[in-house]
């Protein structure tokens, strides 16, 4: 009977989501359909690293141009192993649909000669319902 | 009497020859969705060293070494390096110098160095050599002081 329940116990933590610990930004892909002026979309930038980084938000057009999109937050500190959500809120300006590119960002070390600037970018396609 | 017992006992069991178990089975589903993903986890920066005939400062020359970066990726994503448009130079060098940044990939990911977008199909991990040259033309030459110039790598 013992066996069982250690058996058990065994699957259930099995079966228990495991969190990606090395996330930089989840969702990369994404299709919203909004009745307003205006799509928002949640994504959660993650820090791979032990030790705290700071991060940025920027939202770009296809052809990597800034969309004045509202990022909430849109640069923070972000602790080791961590992620937090960023609701970015994107205007259709006019248009039916837009797509847009949400990139995290983090600031590269500094007092290094080549320095790498790492950036997650997903895609998102709104669409604008009436 | 006895054999009277037998012979029914044997009816018994040849009626019961073939039936299924009474206990009900069924099915539990499990599903899961796992969208695109990558994680670019940035091991070293890089070091440029300057060429003999001075016109290349390069993390390809003697002494140099290329930023490395690990990749985790289930795939469905790509790998682009931007053009380099942040640089600090030292005051003294006033002509125009051309930067050229590369990557090139190992582990899950084989890619030969290039400096275009390149799809990661298959998942994986992989650590990613990221090189810088800058080049100068004619008889310019790089100066004397620090250089530091910043290499985005992209995926998406």
């Not at chain 1, 359909?33 to 994504?43: L, N």
């Not at chain 2, 790998?79 to 899950?108: C, H, K, M, N, Q």
């Not at chain 2, 030969?112 to 033309?137: F, I, Q």
Request: contains cysteine; positive net charge; aromatic residues 6%.
């Amino acid at each position: 009977m013992t066996y069982v329940r250690i058996l058990a116990a065994a699957l259930a933590v099995a079966l228990v989501p495991i969190a990606a610990s090395g996330q930089s930004m989840t969702p990369m892909r994404g299709e919203v359909r909004s009745f307003t002026d205006a799509f928002a979309v949640r994504v959660f930038p993650g820090n791979p690293y032990d030790q705290r980084i700071r991060v940025e938000i920027h939202v770009y057009d296809q052809n990597f141009q800034p969309v004045d999109a509202r990022i909430t937050p849109n640069a923070f500190l972000l602790a080791g192993q961590a992620s937090r959500p960023v609701l970015v809120v994107v205007p259709f300006d006019g248009a039916t649909e837009r797509k847009v590119r949400i990139c995290t960002e983090s600031i590269p070390f500094p007092s290094e000669q080549t320095q790498i600037r790492a950036q997650i970018c997903g895609k998102f396609f709104g669409h604008r319902r009436f | 009497m006895k054999f009277f017992r037998t012979a029914i006992g044997a009816a018994v069991l040849v009626t019961c020859i073939g039936q299924t178990a009474s206990a009900a089975t069924g099915n539990v589903l499990f599903n899961g969705t796992i969208t695109a993903t990558c994680t670019l986890t940035v091991n070293s920066n890089g070091t440029m060293t300057v060429s003999t005939n001075l016109q290349s400062l390069s993390s390809h020359n003697a002494g140099g070494s290329a930023g490395s970066v690990q990749v985790d990726t289930t795939g469905g994503v790509s790998l682009s390096v931007d053009p380099v448009t942040s640089t600090t130079v030292p005051a003294s060098d006033v002509t125009a110098t051309t930067w050229t940044p590369t990557f090139a990939s190992t582990g899950a990911h084989t890619i030969a160095e290039t400096g275009t977008t390149t799809a990661l199909a298959a998942p994986g991990t992989s650590t990613v050599a990221v090189n810088l040259a800058g080049t100068k033309g004619g008889s310019n030459r790089f100066s004397a002081g620090n250089y530091q110039a910043t290499v985005t790598l992209r995926c998406e």
